[in-house]
């Protein structure tokens, strides 16, 4: 896999994937577009969502929504890492099983996130989730 990133003026730079998709990013604490640390949490709710909707979907549950809240906690020195990422699920349906949400979150976590996986090493990541009734 393979991306570029352009630098296009003043804190502003543009991301090209492979796939042939942009995203402009600003490097100005994201007033003008998203920030490259915004873009880490959007990459990992993105990629969290795509398991949890996959996993609940082949456990034949009922979901109409999933909407993943997240927040992220940097430490105060620089470099600004992330110490903490929590993910709060939301998962809007009929008749959800809680069992099964449960299972698709920590799945998702412990095995299937790239993302999360790759980020475990030196970030403290957490999640919950509620389900809504629709």
């Known amino acids: 896999?393979?991306?570029?990133?352009?630098?296009?003026?003043?804190?502003m730079f543009m991301g090209t994937s492979e796939s042939g998709h942009s995203m402009l990013m600003d490097?100005?604490?994201?007033?003008?577009?998203?920030?490259?640390?915004?873009?880490?949490?959007?990459?990992?709710?993105?990629c969290s969502s795509v398991d949890v909707v996959s996993i609940l979907e082949k456990a034949r549950q009922n979901i109409k929504d999933c909407v993943v809240e997240i927040d992220g906690t940097r430490v105060d020195t620089v470099p600004k890492l992330f110490s903490d990422i929590h993910l709060h699920f939301v998962i809007t349906g009929t008749d959800v099983s809680e069992k099964h949400v449960a299972r698709a979150v920590s799945l998702s976590a412990d095995k299937y996130?790239?993302?999360?996986?790759?980020?475990?090493?030196?970030?403290?990541?957490?999640?919950?989730?509620?389900?809504?009734?629709a």
């Open 27 to 46: 490097a100005n604490g994201g007033n003008n577009a998203v920030s490259p640390l915004e873009n880490i949490l959007l990459s990992l709710g993105g």
């Open 113 to 133: 996130c790239s993302v999360a996986l790759m980020l475990n090493a030196s970030v403290n990541i957490t999640h919950d989730f509620e389900i809504v009734e």
């Open 1 to 11: 896999m393979q991306a570029k990133v352009q630098w296009v003026g003043e804190e």
